[in-house]
């Protein structure tokens, strides 16, 4: 079965700085890959989402993502951070033949004024 | 509905007592999730609904647990005797079917049930 690991589990960063959430996926054939995030006491959010073709995806809220299949990774970036970034964020894998998918541990954001 | 919501928001409740949790899915999706989010451990998948029917029962951590849904729509996820382990946050989540590769149709979340057994 595929998984996921987010290695950072805390990130602080600046608001106008720029950010990059780290996820690396194990799986054997192309993953369906997806970035989520939960603010406090909200349900989880798609911020974009990651299929096949272009390798860089463009999300909502100026999000993007790079999958890079020779690293197994699908790293989140975002050019200048704002402070409603504040949040959590989980990077997720999805498998063609099964409907489980899997999560990562989640990667606090706290940004500084 | 608009989007999936949960019931309720938070429940308190005495070591070995049962509880129900409450998930109304978005109006026409078909699949339905639920998952279990506690203190940094990510989301654990607990039990996936396509339709009535639970196709895939693999997460349920233990015989206390267990879920059923009802007309294609409301699903109710029952805890017996719980046990503090189980304190944490239930989340719910459902999508259509619209893409017949299930990974691809989008998961829309409620914004969960917080559990604290004493």
């Known amino acids: 079965a595929q998984s996921v690991t987010q290695p950072d589990i805390h990130i602080t960063v600046s608001e106008g700085a720029s950010l990059e959430l780290r996820c690396n996926y194990s799986?054997?054939?192309?993953?369906?890959l997806f970035w989520y995030v939960q603010s406090p006491g909200q349900g989880l959010q798609l911020l974009l989402k990651y299929f096949s073709g272009d390798t860089l995806v463009q999300g909502i809220k100026g999000f993007e993502a790079e999958f890079k299949r020779s690293q197994s990774s699908f790293n989140l970036r975002k050019p200048s951070v704002h402070w409603s970034d504040a949040a959590e964020y989980f990077c997720a894998v999805g498998a063609y033949n099964n409907n489980d998918m899997r999560f990562g541990a989640g990667t606090r954001l706290t940004v500084k004024p | 509905g608009a989007g999936v919501s949960q019931s309720p928001s938070n429940k308190v409740t005495e070591k070995g007592k049962d509880v129900e949790l409450r998930c109304d899915p978005i109006?026409?999706?078909?699949?339905l999730y639920w998952y279990r989010q506690s203190l940094g451990q990510g989301l654990e998948f607990l039990i996936y609904f396509q339709g009535n029917s639970a196709p895939d029962k693999s997460g349920l951590p233990s015989d206390r647990f267990s879920a059923e849904r009802t007309g294609g729509s409301v699903s109710t996820l029952t805890i017996q005797r719980t046990q503090q382990e189980d304190s944490a946050v239930y989340l719910c989540?459902?999508?259509?079917?619209?893409?017949?590769?299930?990974?691809?149709?989008?998961?829309?979340f409620g914004a969960g049930t917080r559990l604290s057994v004493l």
């Open positions: 799986y054997g054939a192309t993953p369906y």
């Open positions: 109006s026409g999706h078909t699949a």
């Open positions: 989540a459902s999508s259509s079917r619209r893409d017949t590769t299930l990974a691809k149709n989008i998961q829309y």
